[in-house]
């Protein structure tokens, strides 16, 4: 698997555009890494970028922009809403794919030296990456702040990890790590009391507020055995929180780190927010993301949200993305534009996509084309995903009925379940136009010398394989997916038994049209014991297909008889 790493570097810099835009021109200037994000904030005056790549290229970037940064930021000069220390504030790396949180610290710490020795700024390690004990926290180390360091760095607890022990009276001084996804966001206040504000961030924050005798402002502070003050713990894991007020939007915010999103999920966070604020007399209008996000945590949130009004989660992804963003009000300060701003969304490659993503016409005119593909393959898990899409339109409409509001979440499940089928049995549809291309493109490959040859044959036999056992999993998945329809065409709402029938029928046309592609690929293939065994296991899945069909069908007719 390939590795990949993202870095999202902080620089002390929203509001020049033009300085934004040249520490961005050094990142893209890598070839091997992708810009994904870029997040300039005027009241903060600090901009948040995301790009990604393997680690080598990442780190390239990451050193060209922190030395871009140090030559055109001036430290002091800058103002800001935000805690900062250095012209890139913070610069941590985070393991995407391929790659361990270890890894991932080592090059953090390959990245720190050679900003110090090179740049001779002080660099500080923290969270993963840290070599010494309590550095973990970004928020002690930065504690002072950029004004506070010139004193600071000269403590002997506090002597930087790589670079000189002096502050660099431009660039400041730097925190690199390695970490995990974190989210930075904030929550929208209808207040302009940053103190009110404070208050609703102790209340969630998981370091909560310390503990007071008597009055919870002005009473003494109390404290342990051992003479250190008493915390009241926050309601929220994994969260660090402070009240701000935004001088652009004129309100004042919760702004969070979450920095373990399966402990404390973003929407959690929201809901948890709301609450607190409102035992306060204050009312959530919305909120925010700085940077991005991953497209699991606005799946969850649609779902959650959902769930709260009863209704049906098996939705499509764009349907449970679009109730996130309202519900959050995600979409209040400004547009929230779902490619834009998940990371999924702005890896994925279009060409992977290509057919789904056309229009009905589109796709129907490329199929009558004189191309080759898509071909029957593409076509049959085309229709397999529009059988199980039926049958999830009878589990949603089933769970909305009058009447049946108790049986909601059953329908809901059932929705869900179709969902994933539909979801898989689309992707089938480039993957079987890829496998084609793939034998088209061995056969392509030079034939003249013995070597040749064999390289050629062996690719050949390779993209055969790939090509044969790609129809097969569209027959399995639509196979499979059948279980579904039958239940609706059971259970669901009687109004909708023939939209259940239409889809066992599209069920059991992607089984034979891609059982149809399975054996003309086979023909191809060298090894004989393989396409016995995977036409044997053919002929069962074709057999299954056929009962589950007719009794599906004499469902059907039976409900439709009692109508």
Known sequence: MQQLIECVPNFSEGVNLNII????????????????????GKATNRTVVTFVGEPGPVIDAAFLAIKKASEIIDMSKHKGEHP?????????LIPVAGISMEETAEYARKLAKRVGDSLSIPVYLYEAAAIIEGRNNLSEIRAGEYEGFFKKIHLPEWRPDFGPSEMHVKAGATVIGARDFLIAYNVNLNTTSVRRANSIAFDVRERGRVLRDGDPVTGKIVKDAEGNPVNIPGTLKAVK????????????????????????????????????????????????LVGLI????????????????????????????????????LDELGPFEPENRIIEYLLQDAASEKLVSMSLKAFVEETASESPAPGGGSIAAYVGSLGIALAGMVANLSSHKRGWDSRWKEFSDVAENAAKFQKELLKMVDEDTRAFNKIMDAFGLANSSPEEKLIRKSAIQAATLHAIETPFRVMQLAFDSMDVICEMALKGNPNSVSDAGVGALCARTAVMGAWLNVKINCAGY??????????????????????KESEVLAIVHQVIAKA
């Open 241 to 288: 929180a402070i009240g701000w007020f935004i001088e652009e939007y004129g309100v004042a915010q919760i702004s969070m780190n979450l920095t373990n999103i399966r402990a404390t999920p973003v929407h959690v966070a929201f809901d948890e927010v709301c609450k607190k604020a409102d035992a306060r007399g204050i009312r959530v209008t919305g909120s925010e």
């Open 526 to 547: 060298d090894d004989k014991v393989y396409v016995e065994r995977i036409l044997r296991a053919c002929d069962e899945l074709v057999e299954k297909t056929n009962q």
């Open 21 to 40: 835009k040249q520490i961005t021109d050094e990142i893209e200037s890598v070839e091997g890494v992708r810009l994904l994000n870029v997040d300039p």
């Open 294 to 329: 991953p497209l699991q945590c606005m799946l969850d949130a649609g779902k959650y949200f959902l769930e709260k009004q009863h209704r049906s989660t098996g939705v499509s992804e764009k349907e449970l993305i679009k109730i996130a963003v309202k519900s959050m009000g």
């Open 84 to 92: 900062r220390m250095g012209a890139t504030d913070v610069c941590p």
